[in-house]
Antibody, heavy 119, light 107 residues
């Protein structure tokens, strides 16, 4: 059974940093493509970033480019999102999802982790 | 960037009736179009990919059609568990983009 479990979301001040983690099971991360999708309170879905785990080919939304970094630790079966220079508009539930690269839809989703950027 | 436009924003339907949701892309996405269902307080769930292929475990009352720039999600006979928000998403080119969603509510 495929499972995705996000963690790391919390309240952080503007300009601060946070690292989100997504522990995966039920499939081999090193041969997969993964992504992060966020949802601001009461709003729709916004793609953030995607990665192909075998060669770290990664893409980012313009809204986070240069501030966020996606990565994997295949030995730990974990996907990460390093978030720097956080802004109020980054406040959202962040979902980890399997897919989102190499012409794949997001087939499986985690439950999400809430990031709140506020002073 | 490919802009995905969904209509209507809200659809009021009675249980047992048919619901038709539309999604338009600002340029061709071939058939690389997915539909997701999101119930209140839950994560999105993949319903349809490749514009018309149902994902694993999705009931046959859900069907997708279209190619290029015009797509449709049809729910043939709405069940109580189908009242939710539905999003389309193109995965043909970067950046990946979602539509704004259609909320299907009980009439």
């Amino acid at each position: 059974e495929v499972q995705l479990l996000e963690s790391g979301g919390e309240l952080v001040q503007p300009g601060g940093s946070l690292r989100l983690s997504c522990a995966v099971s039920g499939f081999t991360l090193s041969s997969s493509v993964m992504g992060w999708v966020r949802q601001a309170p009461g709003k729709g879905l916004e793609w953030v970033s995607s990665i192909r785990a075998r060669d770290n080919s990664a893409f980012y939304a313009d809204s986070v480019k240069g501030r966020f970094t996606i990565s994997t630790d295949n030995s730990k079966n974990t996907l990460y999102l390093q978030m720097n220079g956080l802004r109020a508009e980054d406040t959202a539930v962040y979902y980890c999802a399997k897919g989102g690269h190499d012409y794949n839809p997001f087939e499986y989703w985690g439950r999400g982790t809430l990031v709140t950027v506020s002073s | 960037e490919i802009v995905m436009t969904q209509s209507p924003a809200t659809l009021s339907v009675s249980p047992g009736e048919r619901a038709t949701l539309s999604c338009r892309a600002s340029q061709s996405v071939n058939s690389r179009l997915a539909w997701y269902q999101q119930k209140s307080g839950q994560s999105p769930r993949l319903l349809i990919y490749g514009a018309s292929t149902r994902a694993t475990g999705i009931p046959a009352r859900f069907s997708g059609s279209g190619s290029g720039t015009e797509f449709t999600l049809t729910i043939s006979s709405l069940q109580s568990e189908d009242f939710a928000v539905y999003y389309c998403q193109q995965y043909n080119s970067w950046p990946l983009t979602f539509g704004g969603g259609t909320k299907v509510e009980i009439k």
